[in-house]
């Protein structure tokens, strides 16, 4: 500092000092003071200074940021706008009173309903909404506590009064800890639980005539005989079948049968009274229940009324024919003690009505004693017959529809009878199971199957997997596992060489036993197909849970088609909820090329019958074989 400067300076200094408040700016400092003061002002200045670069840097920088988020935002906003305007869901809200107040533009477009219908209702509660307890309950219980719930499923009716079904789930909206309402997706199930509850329809019903099936039948007779225990008032039982139904079907057709049953099937429902109930099993048998019947006299009174009914002429196609049916009859509880042999003995008394001339009815009696002989005989046959292995399997073709290719084969035994001949399994197999030699054929058929796999592939064969029928009982036997593991490692194949047909009604006889089995056959790979399906009771709960790869439409279901429109709808709506449960679908029974079209165009994706090929011998299975790869046959 000069002495020149030194005058100007102490003027400022003592200004910006005073402004300060530092010190007295009448006393002059000494320059060591100065000095102090200038120092102090200087990091003052660049305290400041460093505090103004750094808000202004933090301004940008926040200003940076939030234009970034901003971006952020609105693209996220957008893909989420073009996530929901192409998804098949729809967004919902709901307020905290659970009422809806919005739904996306997909809901409408997804089922043409006008959303105004639901806004301001509560789920689940009154009109227009109707479901299942067990959902309405799980929804009741998570909105009670503000929990977020999951697949739930309810159902509406739009202003037509049309149904609706919709699969929802939802999550709380808090704003500052406060409840808010519900947020969440839907979509359209409409299609799929109409699906379902045709299939389980037909549980219950025959899908033909309406009536119930038999396992309603069985169920309802179980009803009759606790209701009689308790009441003392007996009941009875009819098994009707109709006389050469067959000449019918094949003078004047499958649809001309068809007209005939349901005409039978309207009959005797308006013959007998409210109380009773009329069943189809199947094909032309009829069963009827008859509570509170006194006596022989008034059963016979009903019986020749029922006979008379059935022979009422009847017109179909210019075609005008009378129909003659015969009638066993048998009673409770002199002739039996429960449902199943109530039956079984009605059955018995209506082949004795057929062995005297049809056209007429007849009560089980000790007469049927002889029959029994008869059986006993085969009985004694088909025993000899397992010692001997006096059996054989031939084998049907399964078509890959889009391929036209033989992927697999399902084995179908005969048995060679020394004197009778070549007898078919519906003649010996429900007996086989009767007394207990079903455990040791089911057992040859599964041995045979696998060697005869083996031996193909032993010719230098490409074989196709080999599919198996197991019936109720060999299922239940302990050491069904073990018998196929021993099978397959005795002819050296892997285990989806091998496929297992079971039935409906064997799953379902014992579900979580069948269940075990099933998880213990799929873990070895062997693949697993439910059979006849359709036509017995299955509880789509566990359906979804057994591990199968194959669902089978029973023939049924095929032979009419594809004319037939409740079977075509009953066909699409099973294949559909197959996909649905990701199994492929084979179709049997297929004996002409317009059932084969419409399966084709239904999505089916194997099939199997008379038109693509009869039961054959190994050989001419065979001779259809293509060859092994060279690496494949040399190894």
Request: charged share 25%; glycine share 6%; proline share 4%.
């Amino acid at each position: 500092m000069t002495p020149e400067s030194r005058p100007a300076l102490n003027t400022l200094l003592q200004r910006q000092l005073k402004r300060l408040g530092l010190t007295n700016p009448a006393m002059p400092p000494a320059p060591e003071v100065w000095r102090q003061l200038l120092e102090k002002v200087s990091r003052a200045y660049t305290e400041a200074e460093q505090e103004r670069y750094l808000m202004e840097r933090s301004q940008a920088v926040s200003s940076s940021e939030m234009n970034d988020l901003n971006r952020e935002l609105r693209e996220a906003q957008g893909r989420l706008k073009s996530l929901v305007s192409l998804s098949s869901d729809w967004v919902w809200e709901q307020n905290a009173d659970l009422c809806f107040t919005y739904f996306s533009e997909q809901h409408s477009v997804t089922t043409d309903i006008d959303p105004a219908i639901l806004l301001g209702t509560r789920c689940m509660e009154g009109e227009p909404y109707h479901a299942a307890q067990d959902h309405r309950s799980a929804y009741l219980d998570c909105v009670g506590v503000h929990r977020p719930f999951r697949d739930l499923t309810f159902g509406y009716n739009d202003a037509a009064g049309q149904r609706f079904y919709m699969r929802i789930s939802g999550e709380p909206i808090f704003e500052f800890n406060v409840f808010k309402g519900y947020r969440g997706v839907a979509s359209d199930v409409t299609k799929t639980r109409l699906a379902e509850e045709k299939v389980a329809h037909l549980a219950s019903y025959d899908a033909l005539t309406g009536l119930p099936n038999r396992r309603s039948f069985i169920v309802e007779v179980d009803r009759a005989l606790e209701r009689s225990l308790r009441s003392g008032v007996p009941f009875a039982v009819f098994f009707i079948d109709l006389d050469r139904f067959k000449n019918i079907n094949d003078s004047l057709g499958h649809a001309a049968g068809d007209t005939l049953l349901k005409v039978i099937a309207t009959r005797l429902t308006q013959l007998l009274r409210k109380t009773d109930m009329v069943a189809r099993l199947g094909g032309d048998e009829f069963v009827v229940l008859l509570e509170n019947c006194i006596d022989a006299a008034m059963l016979a009174n009903i019986a020749t009324r029922a006979l008379s009914a059935i022979n009422e002429t009847l017109c179909i196609e210019n075609c005008c024919f009378q129909v003659r049916g015969s009638i066993g009859i048998s009673m409770y509880p002199e002739d039996c003690q429960d449902a199943a042999t109530m039956l079984k003995h009605a059955d018995a008394a209506m082949y004795l009505a057929k062995s005297k001339g049809k056209n007429n009815f007849q009560f089980y009696t000790t007469e049927l004693a002889e029959r029994a002989e008869q059986q006993f005989s085969l009985e004694s046959d088909l025993r000899q017959a397992v010692e001997r292995e006096e059996f054989q399997l031939l084998y049907q073709p399964k078509i890959n529809i889009a391929s036209g290719k033989m992927v697999a084969v399902e084995a179908l035994i005969r048995w060679r009878h020394p004197t009778r001949g070549l007898i078919s399994p519906g003649e010996f197999i429900a007996l086989a199971e009767e007394c207990g030699l079903i455990g040791p054929i089911g057992q040859w058929v599964i041995k045979a199957a696998c060697r005869q796999v083996h031996d193909w592939r032993c010719e230098g064969l490409q074989s196709p997997r080999c599919a198996v029928n197991l019936s109720v009982r060999q299922f239940n036997v302990d050491g069904l596992v073990e018998e196929v593991v021993q099978a397959l490692a005795s002819n050296q194949l892997q285990a989806d060489a091998l496929e297992l047909e079971i039935t409906e009604s064997l799953l379902m006889a014992n579900p979580e036993r069948a269940l075990d089995i099933l998880l213990q056959l799929h873990r070895l790979g062997v693949h697993i197909a439910i059979d006849d399906f359709g036509t017995g009771y299955s509880s789509l709960a566990y359906l979804k849970r057994f591990p199968a790869q194959t669902l089978k439409i029973d023939r049924s279901f095929v032979q009419d088609l594809p004319d037939d429109q409740d079977d075509a709808t009953i066909t699409k709506a099973l294949i559909a909820m197959a996909h649905s449960l990701g199994m492929e679908v084979v179709a049997e029974g297929v004996e002409t090329s317009a059932q084969l079209d419409f399966l084709r165009e239904a999505g089916c994706d194997e099939v199997q019958g008379y038109y693509l090929g009869r039961p054959m011998a190994p050989h001419e299975i065979a001779a259809r074989l293509l060859p092994c790869p060279l690496e494949a046959s040399a190894a």
